[in-house]
């Protein structure tokens, strides 16, 4: 028997594209769920923190503390709300301010009074650490920024020493969302790749039409590729949809070529396809081929690829994890497309990585993939 | 008639398995003719199955195909032998003609030939009006013949049907008969695998399989010739049958007995005098008539015997007052999902001390009704009361009085037999004192001591539904729900589950049964049968029976009964 004859390939992969047509959650699977996604991970998860609401507590009451104040209040990262401590307090309690700024009553005395620094303190709601943080880095800003205009406007020289001025290369404007979609369209990939063949072929099993098909007159090349191509078509598809949503209603900047997109994302779905197709080759229930996926695949896609979290601030010993994940390839590639455009240094390994996974993979699925129930 | 399949020694042993799942098989099957492959559940008969359609490795011996080695000739075979697995392998999102062109493109079956044969499998399984339905909708029945179509697509020499009757109600399992038996009159070698004994004795030869060794290759008739004139049927005996049955195991003569209708079934042993009917000390006119052995009783005489007719389950109960009363009650009970009506307009009353059977084919709505009479399932309409309770209104406080054995036993097979025995008397309201001395009765009842520690998962079937048995029972309930319980077990666990539930029933327990065995509906007192929602009879299982007796037909089966009357009921 021919290693592939077209017309058994083409009747498989046209009983697979059926049945991907036909089950309503393979459609939601592949272009509900990327939407949802898309909804979510670009107007709903907004790491970028516009707008705090800030409470401000003048006990002084001098002109440079109401200076101060009038400085604070126009500046667009806070929203301030005056009141005394004990009212804050309260505020912050009930989570209407993430925290509070403290102008002693010594204030405007000690600003005039050159030889030292006034103090000024900064209450911050500890139970939302990045908000903390954040509203931390930004009062340092705000601080030295009003001590320099001032300086400015009494004709002194700064006394600082340097000043730091931070650009946000690929990302001028800093907007979370620019390298979030590339991390979605590496969960959406994840889930199509992995997560959706695996459990068609263990349904497979579980309904007893592998059985069926293995005492046909099939080849191992055949049954591979008729799962192959369907779900290869489906996954670039709903990656299609996702880059031309991602471009064009959201606008997220895309300076890298088309071509190279296209190429990163296969050989990345092949990997994945590889991995679902060897997970559901030895589970052959889809209860279990679900829970390997979800822990092999998806989990690590979602917490360790960069997609979301930083990478660089993770543990040493899970940094060198995130080496082993084809997920992590792919998120640099695809954020380096979208912000940077086809900067080949960063997108050659991760190309060679990917592919070598997917050639890993398949092999193994290959080699898993045979024409008896027992191997 | 030439020989389709040789096997010799053939032995397969699959690895964390103690025990061989084929152990030294050497029979012949020939074309032309229909060999059944038979045995319980866990005899071997897939795994035999699968080894000739070259789906598994062999162990050590040998087996031949048309000739060849069904592993190292894959491609040449594949071509010329058609096999269906269980549950008929199709695909339930395509239609039946999606299914069947998948299948002619895999065989390279086209053009003018394709179309005569389509026509051709279409009209022989009368599906040509359904070629537009997706599979998943078709009936058991018309799943089974799409599933043999689907097989037969390449004109194969050799066609294997791995349990082609589950799921299938008995008209069309009838219907697949006639067309197998079309085929292999056509020098098609057909292999027909069963767990239903009866199906058997219409096969040409059988091999008969249990726990993987061979126990006979042959023609059914020269098995249960065997058992000539050791047949016999108890007839004339007055009072409860379920008692004289008890004594009539005791007899050392007696192999096997079991109640059929008013009768009492009983198998000699070999040699055995038969024993006077006045000796027995029976109350009535008891007579002797011999009847026509079954494979059923050929297969326990092989095996030495059945279970003896005592139940330590039964002894360690308290009896209870008989009153006659009606303790569970169903008027006009109705249960509609959406349009569908799944049991329809039933109704019916068990009085206590009773074995009542529900039985119909799968999807007959009889497990629907089971879930109603027993407070797991809310009736659109109608009464339902147990012990005077309307269950509508306070499941609760019914379920506490019953016990429920649920379909496939529903145990945790992560858990040792003991945790289960713990869970379920836990669930039934037992605690403290009252409970350990309940885990422990059962532990001795159904002597469960050398596996308390074993995961349920890992105990075999028969087993499996001993606990399960024991889990409803533990509470000393008043009634027994048992939802299909003797499905796949073989015929001497069956035996001895049927003495547990005559000797509870002796004690003034009332049962509820749903089965689809036929010949379990003989122990019941009354049964109904169940069609398509609607109950279309109900009556002892003689008088159901002697309804449909004819000149053609002088003396029924039970099967043969429920056909005819469901044919009745489709005339009307």
């Known amino acids: 028997m021919k290693t592939v004859s077209w017309r058994r390939l083409k009747a498989l992969s046209l009983k697979e594209s059926r049945q991907i047509l036909r089950d309503p959650s393979s459609g939601i699977v592949a272009f509900v769920l990327p939407m949802l996604l898309l909804v979510i991970f670009g107007y709903g998860i907004n790491l970028d923190t516009d707008m705090v609401r800030l409470g401000l507590c003048n006990q002084d009451g001098g002109p440079e503390s109401v200076r101060f104040a009038a400085h604070l209040s126009g500046s667009s990262y806070f929203k301030v709300v005056g009141g005394d401590r004990p009212r804050l307090d309260a505020m912050l309690e009930n989570g209407l301010i993430r925290g509070y700024v403290v102008l002693p009553q010594d204030f405007s005395a000690l600003m005039n009074h050159s030889q030292t620094t006034a103090p000024i303190q900064l209450v911050t709601d500890g139970a939302e650490i990045n908000t903390a943080n954040f509203i931390a880095n930004f009062m340092k800003y705000v601080w030295q920024d009003w001590r320099l205009s001032r300086a400015r406007d009494l004709g002194e020289t700064a006394r600082q020493g340097a000043d730091m001025d931070v650009r946000y290369w690929f990302n001028a404007a800093a907007i979370s969302r620019h390298y979030l979609i590339p991390g979605s369209i590496t969960i959406i990939m994840t889930v199509i790749g992995a997560m959706l063949t695996s459990l068609v072929v263990a349904r497979e099993w579980e309904r007893g039409t592998m059985e069926a098909l293995l005492a046909a007159p099939v080849t191992r090349a055949e049954l591979l590729l008729s799962k192959l191509i369907p779900y290869y078509v489906l996954g670039m598809g709903s990656m299609a949809v996702v880059a031309f949503c991602a471009v064009y209603i959201m606008g997220v900047p895309f300076r890298g070529s088309a071509a190279v997109l296209f190429l990163v994302t296969s050989v990345f779905l092949l990997s994945m396809l590889g991995i679902g197709l060897l997970i559901s080759s030895v589970m052959r229930n889809q209860f279990d081929s679900a829970q390997t996926t979800l822990n092999v695949a998806f989990l690590p896609a979602v917490m360790l690829s960069g997609a979301f979290f930083v990478i660089s601030s993770m543990p040493a010993p899970i940094r060198a994890l995130t080496y082993l994940l084809p997920s992590r390839y792919l998120v640099s590639s695809l954020q380096t497309i979208f912000l940077a455009g086809d900067v080949w240094d960063v997108l050659l390994p991760d190309i060679a990585f990917l592919t070598g996974t997917s050639v890993l993979f398949l092999a193994l699925t290959a080699l898993k993939t045979t024409r008896r129930l027992d191997g | ?572």
């Not at chain 2, 020694?9 to 060999?35: E, H, N, Q, V, Y």
């Not at chain 2, 399984?125 to 179509?149: E, N, W, Y």
């Not at chain 2, 249960?224 to 004139?229: D, E, K, N, W």
């Not at chain 2, 019914?398 to 496939?408: I, S």
């Open chain 2, 1 to 572: 008639m030439s020989a389709a399949v040789v096997l010799s020694r053939l032995c397969k042993t699959f690895s964390g398995m103690k025990s061989p799942a084929l152990d030294g098989i050497s029979a012949t099957i020939r074309s032309g003719i229909i060999t059944g492959i038979v045995g319980p559940d866990g005899a071997g008969k897939t795994t035999l199955m699968r080894l000739m359609a070259g789906l598994l490795r062999k162990g050590a011996g040998d087996v031949a195909v048309l000739g060849l080695d069904p592993v190292d000739r894959t491609d040449e075979l594949r071509l010329r032998v058609g096999y269906m697995p269980q549950k008929f392998g199709l695909y339930e999102d395509l239609s039946v003609i999606e299914n069947l062109r998948l299948h002619a493109d895999l065989r390279g079956l086209l053009g003018q030939e394709r179309q005569a044969t389509f026509a051709r499998l279409l009209s022989f399984t009368d599906l040509h009006r359904f070629t537009d339905r997706m599979a998943g909708k078709l009936s058991g029945g018309m799943k089974q013949k799409l599933g043999l179509a689907c097989a037969l697509l390449g004109k194969p020499d050799l066609l294997l049907l791995d349990e082609p009757s589950v799921g299938v109600d008995p008209i069309s399992r009838r219907e697949l008969w006639r067309m197998v038996r079309e085929l292999a009159d056509g020098g098609m070698a057909v292999v027909w695998s069963t767990a239903y004994l009866e199906e058997a004795e219409t096969c040409d030869e059988v091999i008969l399989l249990h726990e993987g060794a061979l126990l006979f290759s042959g023609r059914p008739a020269d098995l249960t010739g065997r058992l000539a004139g050791r047949c016999l049927h108890l007839h004339g005996v007055e009072g409860r049958r379920r008692k004289a049955l008890n004594r009539m195991l005791r007899l050392p003569e007696v192999a096997d007995g079991a109640i059929q209708g008013h009768s009492l079934r009983v198998i000699l042993r070999e040699g055995a005098i038969r024993p006077a009917p006045g000796d027995l000390g029976l109350p009535g006119a008891p007579q002797w008539k011999e009847v026509t052995p079954r494979f059923e009783d050929a297969f326990i005489d092989l095996l030495g015997g059945g279970p003896g007719g005592e139940s330590v389950l039964a002894a360690s109960m308290p009896a209870r007052q008989k009153n006659g009363a009606d303790l569970i009650v169903a008027e006009n009970l109705t249960k509609m999902f959406g349009d569908f009506a799944a049991t329809d307009q039933v109704t019916f009353s068990v009085h206590q001390g009773e074995i009542f059977g529900l039985l119909g084919p799968n999807g007959a709505g009889k497990s629907t009704t089971f879930k109603m009479m027993c407070g797991l399932l809310k009736p659109t309409s109608g009464r339902a009361e147990v012990m005077g309770i309307d269950l509508r209104k306070s499941p609760a406080q019914a379920r506490q009085r019953l016990g429920y054995m649920a379909q496939k036993f529903s145990l945790y097979g992560k858990l040792s037999v003991r945790q289960n025995l713990e869970f379920f008397s836990g669930v039934y309201g037992l605690s403290g004192g009252r409970q350990r001395a309940a885990v422990e009765g059962m532990i001795e009842s159904f002597h469960l001591r050398p596996f308390l520690q074993v995961k349920t998962d890992d105990l075999s079937l028969g087993y499996k539904q001993r606990i399960a048995l024991a889990c409803s029972a533990m509470h000393e309930p008043d009634i027994l729900f048992l939802d299909e319980p003797t499905s796949g077990v073989d015929p001497l666990t069956r035996r001895e589950f049927w003495n547990h539930i005559n000797g509870v029933v002796e004690k003034g327990v009332t049962v509820m049964v749903t089965t689809h065995f036929m010949d379990e509906a003989e122990y019941c007192d009354r049964i109904g049968l169940i069609h398509q929602g609607r109950l279309i009879a109900l009556a002892p299982p003689d008088d159901l029976k002697k309804s449909v007796a004819s000149k053609e037909m002088p003396d029924p089966t039970m099967e043969d009964a429920f056909i005819e009357l469901i044919l009745r009921e489709g005339q009307a």
